[in-house]
């Protein structure tokens, strides 16, 4: 009996020992006291707990219940209770807290590591991880804190909320320190006055200034600024940057009020006085397309006469000459020149500029284009090829209506070609050229001042080239139909005669006139 008695309590005993010993109580309390838990390099403090438990399962952790305060350098963690690990790592649990400085991260879970010195927070709610600070609040499933260089890293992707600014990531992180957030992945910015989509972008955010590292866009609420790039900089508060397009592939692009500017690179200053700047493959146009400027390089700036217009200049290179395009008639105007200067109703051209719209087009040294008055101005030594005729002088005035010439005056050494044959030519010439357009076309030409006629008649011979009146008057009136002359009329004192070509009295060609083909390799491919 006693033998039975013994083993009973020794059966008991053991039981009592294996619960103790597999029990989550199964625990050894510590006190809390300062010297508990060192505090040397890279270490983590144990600032406060109600307890620290030791699991005789588990030997190397302890469970740190109640209150529990830890602190690393400059960081400070607070939660509910945490475990501890003989590696020097903490994992938190319960309303864990972490502070540095102003700024706080929440999270459900945290785990501090003094190695790599991160504190890692998790949610099983997606973005519940919160962190608050200076650069507003930022949420997502999961964040990285670097301790000793001030980072926080989102790998995960969130949302970030400062004032009237939501911003969403799909990842990226910011500098503490130097208050910028690094953003990628389908990244977009929205606030009261714009919104910004981005695949890279960098917000500095003690400046408010934004740099592109990809694809972007950034369009203004009130619709008056619109901006593409593939990477750039960008300052928000005075609305100026530099930016660029992407090599090969697509240019950078602004729109600012009703005008579009794209080109290799380009800059917006941050003083409206000064010059807005591009480089590259450079193209100006309204935003319906009507007209497009185009060359190597433009520069846009505020007329100094007060009334807030503009002037934009764009300049040609060695192998694309400066090109203005008007598509808002029926025919097609084109214009090219070295510099070519638009403002508001008004544009000049220099040198060497070329224009060409329908059956016409003119060659001269400089052309200025007076919308207001509709006056079109071309300067030393213009040459016009107007419905297969020839018409040159040394100044040249064109009046328009409608996106059409109207009206055409020619005066200084003016003269007027026309092919009578394969070998010849009508001839007129002049001091003064006056002439009127109907549906685009010449239909009648004033010719005064020592004007002098050579003219073969395409009807008496079959051999058109081999006759030809010579004639002269102070003043003669020609009637063209469908671009041929089909009644000339002498005025004033006429005197001429009809001759053989070859004949030694008179010469089939007035002196100064000579017929010229237009210019091939002033135009730029179309």
Same mark, same amino acid.
């Given at each position: 009996?006693?033998?039975?008695?013994?083993?009973?309590?020794?059966?008991?005993?053991?039981?009592?020992?294996?619960?103790?010993?597999?029990?989550?109580?199964?625990?050894?309390?510590?006190?809390?006291?300062?010297?508990?838990?060192?505090?040397?390099?890279?270490?983590?403090?144990?600032?406060?707990?109600?307890?620290?438990?030791?699991?005789?399962?588990?030997?190397?952790?302890?469970?740190?219940?109640?209150?529990?305060?830890?602190?690393?350098?400059?960081?400070?963690?607070?939660?509910?209770?945490?475990?501890?690990?003989?590696?020097?790592?903490?994992?938190?649990?319960?309303?864990?807290?972490?502070?540095?400085?102003?700024?706080?991260?929440?999270?459900?879970?945290?785990?501090?590591?003094?190695?790599?010195?991160?504190?890692?927070?998790?949610?099983?709610?997606?973005?519940?991880?919160?962190?608050?600070?200076?650069?507003?609040?930022?949420?997502?499933?999961?964040?990285?804190?670097?301790?000793?260089?001030?980072?926080?890293?989102?790998?995960?992707?969130?949302?970030?909320?400062?004032?009237?600014?939501?911003?969403?990531?799909?990842?990226?992180?910011?500098?503490?320190?130097?208050?910028?957030?690094?953003?990628?992945?389908?990244?977009?910015?929205?606030?009261?006055?714009?919104?910004?989509?981005?695949?890279?972008?960098?917000?500095?955010?003690?400046?408010?200034?934004?740099?592109?590292?990809?694809?972007?866009?950034?369009?203004?609420?009130?619709?008056?600024?619109?901006?593409?790039?593939?990477?750039?900089?960008?300052?928000?508060?005075?609305?100026?940057?530099?930016?660029?397009?992407?090599?090969?592939?697509?240019?950078?692009?602004?729109?600012?009020?009703?005008?579009?500017?794209?080109?290799?690179?380009?800059?917006?200053?941050?003083?409206?006085?000064?010059? /807005?700047?591009?480089?590259?493959? +450079? @193209?100006? #146009? *309204? %935003? $319906?397309?009507?007209?497009?400027?185009?060359? &190597?390089? =433009?520069?846009?700036?505020?007329?100094?006469?007060?009334?807030?217009?503009?002037?934009?200049?764009?300049?040609?290179?060695?192998?694309? /000459?400066?090109?203005?395009?008007? +598509? @808002?008639? #029926? *025919? %097609? $105007?084109?214009?090219?020149?070295?510099?070519? &200067?638009? =403002?508001?109703?008004?544009?000049?051209?220099?040198?060497?500029?070329?224009?060409?719209?329908?059956?016409?087009?003119?060659?001269?040294?400089?052309?200025?284009?007076?919308?207001?008055?509709?006056?079109?101005?071309?300067?030393?030594?213009?040459?016009?090829?107007?419905?297969?005729?020839?018409?040159?002088?040394?100044?040249?005035?064109?009046?328009?209506?409608?996106?059409?010439?109207?009206?055409?005056?020619?005066?200084?050494?003016?003269?007027?070609?026309?092919?009578?044959?394969?070998?010849?030519?009508?001839?007129?010439?002049?001091?003064?050229?006056?002439?009127?357009?109907?549906?685009?076309?010449?239909?009648?030409?004033?010719?005064?001042?020592?004007?002098?006629?050579?003219?073969?008649?395409?009807?008496?011979?079959?051999?058109?080239?081999?006759?030809?009146?010579?004639?002269?008057?102070?003043?003669?009136?020609?009637?063209?139909?469908?671009?041929?002359?089909?009644?000339?009329?002498?005025?004033?004192?006429?005197?001429?005669?009809?001759?053989?070509?070859?004949?030694?009295?008179?010469?089939?060609?007035?002196?100064?006139?000579?017929?010229?083909?237009?210019?091939?390799?002033?135009?730029?491919?179309?």
């Amino acid at each position: 009996m006693k033998f039975k008695e013994s083993a009973n309590r020794d059966f008991y005993i053991a039981l009592i020992c294996a619960f103790w010993a597999f029990s989550p109580c199964a625990v050894q309390a510590i006190e809390l006291g300062p010297d508990t838990v060192t505090s040397g390099p890279g270490r983590i403090k144990i600032l406060k707990a109600e307890a620290i438990l030791k699991d005789m399962v588990q030997p190397e952790v302890q469970r740190l219940v109640g209150g529990v305060e830890l602190q690393y350098e400059d960081v400070f963690l607070n939660c509910d209770s945490a475990w501890r690990y003989d590696d020097g790592r903490f994992t938190t649990m319960g309303h864990v807290l972490m502070r540095d400085g102003t700024n706080t991260m929440e999270a459900e879970f945290m785990e501090m590591n003094p190695k790599n010195q991160q504190v890692i927070a998790r949610s099983t709610v997606n973005d519940s991880v919160v962190m608050k600070g200076d650069m507003g609040n930022a949420n997502a499933p999961l964040m990285r804190y670097l301790m000793d260089q001030k980072r926080v890293i989102l790998g995960k992707g969130g949302q970030l909320i400062d004032e009237n600014t939501r911003i969403r990531f799909d990842y990226g992180g910011f500098v503490l320190k130097t208050s910028v957030m690094m953003l990628g992945g389908n990244v977009s910015i929205e606030s009261d006055s714009q919104t910004i989509v981005s695949d890279s972008i960098h917000l500095l955010h003690s400046t408010g200034g934004l740099v592109f590292h990809g694809p972007s866009r950034l369009w203004s609420t009130d619709g008056s600024l619109e901006l593409y790039c593939t990477k750039g900089v960008f300052d928000n508060p005075t609305g100026s940057g530099w930016f660029a397009g992407m090599p090969n592939a697509s240019l950078a692009r602004v729109r600012q009020k009703d005008t579009w500017l794209e080109a290799d690179s380009l800059v917006l200053p941050p003083d409206s006085l000064s010059p /807005r700047e591009a480089w590259g493959h +450079v @193209s100006l #146009s *309204d %935003t $319906l397309a009507k007209w497009t400027l185009s060359g &190597a390089h =433009a520069i846009q700036f505020l007329m100094t006469d007060g009334g807030g217009d503009e002037e934009s200049w764009i300049i040609g290179s060695d192998d694309y /000459r400066a090109q203005y395009r008007d +598509v @808002s008639t #029926s *025919d %097609t $105007l084109w214009l090219e020149a070295d510099t070519l &200067a638009l =403002a508001a109703q008004s544009m000049r051209a220099w040198p060497v500029v070329w224009m060409e719209q329908g059956s016409a087009a003119v060659y001269c040294d400089t052309l200025i284009w007076n919308e207001a008055d509709s006056v079109m101005e071309f300067i030393q030594a213009p040459q016009m090829w107007l419905e297969g005729q020839y018409l040159r002088s040394d100044s040249m005035t064109m009046m328009m209506k409608d996106g059409r010439a109207s009206s055409l005056h020619a005066w200084g050494h003016a003269g007027l070609l026309n092919p009578a044959g394969d070998s010849c030519y009508q001839q007129i010439a002049g001091r003064d050229f006056v002439g009127q357009f109907g549906d685009g076309q010449l239909r009648n030409l004033l010719v005064s001042g020592n004007a002098e006629l050579v003219y073969f008649d395409e009807d008496e011979t079959e051999e058109t080239c081999e006759e030809f009146n010579r004639a002269a008057c102070s003043r003669l009136r020609i009637v063209l139909d469908e671009g041929q002359v089909s009644t000339i009329t002498l005025l004033d004192s006429p005197t001429g005669a009809w001759t053989a070509v070859g004949s030694s009295e008179y010469s089939p060609w007035i002196d100064g006139l000579k017929w010229e083909s237009p210019p091939t390799h002033l135009r730029n491919p179309r």
